[in-house]
Nanobody, 120 residues
């Protein structure tokens, strides 16, 4: 069982930056693919970014490409989402997720979410 705890959300103005963190409670963190998702009110959850177990590969949704950066520190069992030039449409609850690196598709573990609100 892997527990994921997100932090770093908040209320900011458009154009500001935030860095989200997700701490994982597992000794085998480096064997997990990690991802960030978000869900805005009334909308479906969407994938934001994904990072491979070694950190060598990243994926971004088109809506955040060039503004968001996903990274991980396997020594600290933590994955980050650096969000720059935030826009009101980035307002959502952001979730961290994990799945074993040798699997594809759905994620096995989810955090409780952290709220990001961007005012115009």
């Amino acid at each position: 069982q892997v527990q994921l705890v997100e932090s770093g959300g908040g209320l900011v103005q458009a154009g500001a930056s935030l860095r989200l963190s997700c701490a994982a409670s597992t000794r085998t963190f480096s064997s997990y693919t990690m991802a960030w998702f978000r869900q805005a009110p009334g909308k479906e959850r969407e994938s934001v970014a994904r990072i491979s177990s070694t950190g060598s590969m990243q994926y971004y949704a088109d809506s955040v490409k060039g503004r968001f950066t996903i990274s991980r520190d396997n020594a600290k069992n933590t994955v980050y989402l650096q969000m720059n030039n935030l826009k009101p449409e980035d307002t959502a609850v952001y979730y961290c997720a994990a799945r074993p690196s040798n699997t594809f598709g759905s994620y096995n573990y989810w955090g409780q979410g952290t709220q990001v609100t961007v005012s115009s």
